[in-house]
C-alpha cells in the first residue's frame, strides 16, 4: 500500500485477555519500529526490527510484550494478560535504509487499545 | 539518560503570525533529527528531516534548524494558518540508521482564524 497500515484502529478488552495488534509497513521498507503513546505522554519507543531480526527491543515494558516480523514485511505486537496501564495507542513506523529516504520515518495511524 | 524538551508546550495565535518551535536535547551526538505533526486521533506525518551533515531544511512555509553544538533545533512557520493546527513533536536519533528516535512531548499548536 501507499502507507504503513494498522490494525484494529481501535481494540477494547478486558483486563487479563491477550491482545495482537498488525503492522503493514511501506512496501520496500527494511525497518519497522513499534512505539507507544499513552495519553498526555510522549512517544515511548519498544521495538525495532531490521528484516525480521530485532537488534533493539528494550522498550518493551515488560515479558508480557511480543513482537514478531516475518518476510520482512508484516509485524505483529502482541499483548498477553492485559493490564489498565497497557491502555494506550500503539503506533507502528517504516524507514528505507538506503537512498535520500533512509533517515526518514513514516508513521501509521495507530491502533487505540482500551483494556477495561 | 538522553532527553528533549520542547518549548512552548502549548502555543494559541491568530492565523498571519510566524511562529517560531523550539526544540532542545542532551545528547549532542545526535545523527539527524526529525520534526512531525499530529492531528488528534491520528498518527505522525513527518514534516522535515535535517540529515547529519545538514544544518537546515525548507518545505514551503517551514524551515527548521539544527544546531547541535548547543543541543538545539528550531521550526520556524511563516504565515501560520488554522490548518497548522496540530501537535508538533521534535525527535532525533543518535546514530546512523539506528534504532530508534527519540522524542520530545511536543509543541500544541493552535491557529485560529
Not at chain 2, 533529527?33 to 514534516?47: A, I
Request: glycine content about 10%.
Amino acid at each position: 500500500g501507499a502507507g504503513v497500515s494498522q490494525s484494529p484502529s481501535n481494540k477494547v478488552t478486558e483486563k487479563g485477555k491477550d491482545v495482537e495488534l498488525r503492522c503493514d509497513p511501506i512496501s520496500g521498507h527494511t525497518a519497522l519500529y513499534w512505539y507507544r503513546q499513552s495519553l498526555g505522554q510522549g512517544l515511548e519507543f519498544l521495538i525495532y526490527f531490521q528484516g525480521n531480526s530485532a537488534p533493539d527491543k528494550s522498550g518493551l515494558p515488560s515479558d508480557r510484550f511480543s513482537a514478531e516480523r516475518t518476510g520482512g514485511s508484516v509485524s505483529t505486537l502482541t499483548i498477553q494478560r492485559t493490564q489498565q496501564e497497557d491502555s494506550a495507542v500503539y503506533l507502528c513506523a517504516s524507514r528505507p535504509s538506503f537512498g535520500p529516504m533512509a533517515g526518514e520515518l513514516f508513521f501509521g495511524e495507530g491502533s487505540r487499545l482500551t483494556v477495561l | 539518560k538522553q532527553e528533549v524538551t520542547q518549548i512552548p508546550a502549548a502555543l494559541s495565535v491568530p492565523e498571519g503570525e510566524n511562529l517560531v518551535l523550539n526544540c532542545s536535547f542532551t545528547d549532542s551526538a545526535i545523527y539527524n533529527l526529525q520534526w512531525f505533526r499530529q492531528d488528534p486521533g491520528k498518527g505522525l506525518t513527518s514534516l522535515l528531516l535535517i540529515q547529519s551533515s545538514q544544518r537546515e531544511q525548507t518545505s514551503g512555509r517551514l524551515n527548521a534548524s539544527l544546531d547541535k553544538s548547543s543541543g538545539r533545533s528550531t521550526l520556524y512557520i511563516a504565515a501560520s494558518q488554522p490548518g497548522d493546527s496540530a501537535t508538533y513533536l521534535c525527535a532525533f536519533s543518535v546514530g546512523y540508521n539506528t534504532d530508534k528516535l527519540i522524542f520530545g512531548t511536543g509543541t500544541r499548536l493552535q491557529v485560529f482564524p
